[in-house]
């Protein structure tokens, strides 16, 4: 790296911060099986501690994103959960409600015909917008899993009029300094008409919503063609890209760790936001999380991984040198233009993250670090012999 290059992506690294998933430390997997880690977090405490370390090796996670169903007890003060996050070193993040467990929900939560469904489903969202008051929130990060299976079964713009219409409902609950983000996902479990399948309609739905709804990127809720780039570019010319939900995949919502297929897609990504903050002499505001459950990798490895993965390519993507690339466009040198992205993915950005990692008082290499301090052996004794005091056992074997 030069000198310049290597300050850009100091300077990058000081003001890039990512968000884990609460769900992403617990027992999760596909749904045709678990296989059970001795080390998942069994309840928010465990959570909790896990997104500590992940903050504490890598300096870039101060933020927890929560599930309502699965990280809060009904009846309890939810500032308590804020408590037990800042005990661990972190601080809760975006409020998920959940709008696809419960068997209300059969035909849809926002878009099911019977209004006393809806009522519920908004109810439940007033209630995590409280949530966010005691938590200090400043995310509401909306996923629906509505749609119908078959042709004929709803009036596709008989739901999209509910849709609507709970959505302005939901905004004019919010606060001035709360965001609400609306995430689309083309297909699963509904699979004839997702009732926000894409980027197009979240957009339509969060512009009709009022200012505070922005559009969520779940960079796995895409088809295989998909240029995911450029919807963020538009959604940023829009001004209305609020977040994504980061994650890898082959084929659908593989929830693979970030970078694991196509790093250069995420690159990509982060270019777009690098260049649109050159133009406008400003970053936009951007929510990063992560949503990703492991089925097969150690949770917290995983979680280190993806996030040290995506400062690696954010960094690499803030040192496109832009004159040069303006000037290749200029004069559509189609060639120089691309070789312009190429050679900051190409950069070994390792000089600049040791260097970061050095001010910051950080591991030089997190993983390792996580590795030699037996963080994941200790997690799966002490959570393997808590099982047993509390008689949980796992899995679904007839033997
Ligand atoms: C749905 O596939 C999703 O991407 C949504 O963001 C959910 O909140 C999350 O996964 C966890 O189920
Ligand atoms: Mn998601």
Redesign the pocket.
């Known amino acids: 790296m030069t000198p310049k290059t290597l300050r850009r992506a100091v300077e990058a690294l000081d003001s890039f911060n990512v968000e884990t998933?609460s769900?992403g430390f617990a027992d999760?997997g596909t749904r045709f099986g678990k296989f059970f880690q001795d080390a998942a977090a069994i309840d928010m405490n465990d959570k909790l501690a896990d997104a500590g370390q992940v903050h504490a090796l890598t300096g870039c996670c101060p933020t927890v994103a929560v599930?309502v169903l699965w990280d809060f007890v009904k009846g309890e003060d939810p500032a308590k959960v804020g408590r037990l996050a800042r005990k661990h070193g972190v601080k809760i993040g975006a409020i998920?409600p959940?709008l696809?467990q419960d068997q209300e929900y059969k035909w849809g939560s926002f878009g099911h015909n019977d209004p006393a469904v809806r009522r519920r489903a908004l109810k439940h969202c007033y209630d995590s917008v409280d949530i966010m008051k005691a938590t200090g929130s400043e995310y509401l990060?909306l996923?629906f899993?509505d749609g119908t299976n078959y042709p004929g079964q709803n009036s596709i713009r008989e739901r999209k009029g509910y849709f609507e219409s709970c959505l302005k409902s939901l905004h004019n609950r919010l606060a001035p300094g709360q965001t609400m983000l609306v995430?689309y996902?083309p297909f699963?479990p509904a699979f004839y008409a997702t009732d926000i399948a894409d980027w197009g309609m979240a957009l339509l739905y969060a512009k009709k919503a009022g200012p505070r709804a922005k559009v969520?990127v779940?960079t796995?809720?895409h088809y295989n063609a998909t240029n995911i780039e450029q919807i963020v570019a538009w959604l940023l010319d829009e001004n209305m890209l609020g977040g994504f939900?980061f994650?890898d995949r082959k084929y659908a919502?593989d929830?693979l760790t970030l970078g694991s297929i196509d790093p250069y897609q995420i690159f990509r990504i982060f270019h777009e936001i690098h260049s649109y903050a050159s133009d406008h002499g400003k970053m936009p505001k951007i929510a990063y999380m992560v949503?990703q459950?492991h089925n097969e990798k150690a949770k917290v490895e995983a979680m280190i991984q993806t996030v040290v993965m995506a400062q690696e390519l954010y960094a690499k993507a803030a040192i496109v040198d832009h004159d040069a690339l303006r000037a290749a466009q200029a004069k559509n040198n189609v060639i120089d233009a691309e070789l312009q992205l190429k050679k900051a993915f190409f950069t070994d950005v390792t000089p600049a993250l040791a260097k970061w990692r050095k001010a910051n008082k950080l591991p030089a290499d997190p993983l390792a670090e996580h590795r030699r301090q037996g963080y994941e052996k200790k997690a799966a004794a002490d959570r393997r012999a808590r099982r047993q005091a509390m008689g949980i056992t796992r899995g679904g074997s007839f033997a």
């Open positions: 998933p769900w999760t599930h998920n959940n696809f990060s996923w899993a995430e996902k699963e969520l779940d796995g809720h939900h994650n919502d929830d949503d459950s």
